[in-house]
């Protein structure tokens, strides 16, 4: 069956620190893969996405992700954090051909401290 | 466009009253979801729809869940009888097959507590 996996649950990190989350999937085929945050209070957004191409992908707000195929990992980065990314984010993945049904990580919770 | 919209965006109800949740996808959209997103399970995918068609419902926790669209612009997933371990936020989400998105685009949320 397929999965994703978030490694983290819960992240603390002081602004201005450098930020890494770790997202690996379970997939038979080709794939399509998503970052979305969801702040507190409020709806899933989607940051960014990858269907092909260049597999480091730039997303809103100076996110980006790199696509490893080998690894089966869609890692979140973001070089600078600030008090206003607190946030869930989850990493999601779908087939890539049309095939809409996503499956969603359990999410990683950030916390941002000033 | 107003996005997708959720009523009521909170709900609190006794054990074994009926519940309905309501959704109205973007215009335009050809598929809408629902999840449910918990402490323990995170997000979960109850049901989607293309075309207003059923495609896949084996997140449905058991019968006393059912969903329907009877329209491209509305749809509802009901809760009968409702118990205390149904309390969650439901999002409904939709999105477009259309320019290769596959985007979901996510509704506020009804807050379901049943006590």
């Known amino acids: 069956a397929q999965s994703v996996s978030q490694h983290n649950h819960h992240v603390i990190l002081s602004e201005a620190a450098s930020l890494e989350l770790g997202c690996n999937y379970s997939y038979g085929g080709t794939v399509n893969l998503f970052w979305y945050v969801q702040y507190p209070g409020q709806h899933l957004q989607l940051l960014l996405k990858?269907?092909?191409?260049?597999?480091l992908v730039k997303g809103i707000k100076g996110f980006e992700a790199e696509f490893i195929k080998s690894k089966f990992s869609f890692n979140l980065r973001k070089p600078s954090v600030q008090w206003s990314d607190t946030a869930e984010y989850f990493c999601a993945v779908s087939l890539s051909g049309g095939y809409q049904k996503v499956t969603f990580g359990t999410g990683t919770k950030l916390q941002v401290i000033p | 466009d107003a996005g997708v919209i959720q009523s009521p965006r909170h709900e609190v109800t006794e054990m074994g009253q009926e519940v309905t949740l309501r959704c109205k996808p973007i215009?335009?959209?050809?598929?809408l979801f629902w999840y449910r997103q918990t402490m323990m399970r995170g997000l979960e995918l109850l049901i989607y729809f293309n075309n207003n068609v059923p495609i896949d419902d084996s997140g449905m926790p058991e019968d006393r869940f059912s969903a329907k669209m009877p329209n491209a612009s509305f749809s509802t997933l009901k809760i009968q009888p409702s118990e205390p371990r149904d309390s969650a936020v439901y999002f409904c989400?939709?999105?477009?097959?259309?320019?290769?998105?596959?985007?979901?685009?996510f509704g506020p949320g009804t807050r379901l507590t049943v006590t």
């Open positions: 215009s335009g959209h050809d598929y």
């Open positions: 990858y269907f092909s191409g260049d597999p």
């Open positions: 989400a939709s999105s477009s097959t259309s320019g290769g998105s596959y985007e979901q685009y």
